[in-house]
């Protein structure tokens, strides 16, 4: 299931953005990498699992003290 391409929709979906921000990282070529299917612009399922995983955060010792 990893190699599925997701849609610009689905993604923005999933990380609670608008669809335009991604719009604005494919063409500043930031953050994830895009397929380009046709016209459209899709993203791998693993690309988006990594991406995910790249900008989690784990709380400090300080800040679950807290």
Do not use: C, H
């Amino acid at each position: 299931m990893e190699n599925k391409l997701l849609t610009i929709r689905e993604v923005a979906q999933l990380l609670s953005i608008r669809e335009r921000t991604l719009y604005q990282w494919s063409w500043l070529r930031r953050s994830l990498p895009f397929v380009k299917v046709g016209k459209s612009l899709r993203i791998r399922e693993k690309d988006l699992v990594a991406f995910i995983a790249k900008n989690t955060r784990q709380p400090t010792k300080e800040s679950a003290e807290k």
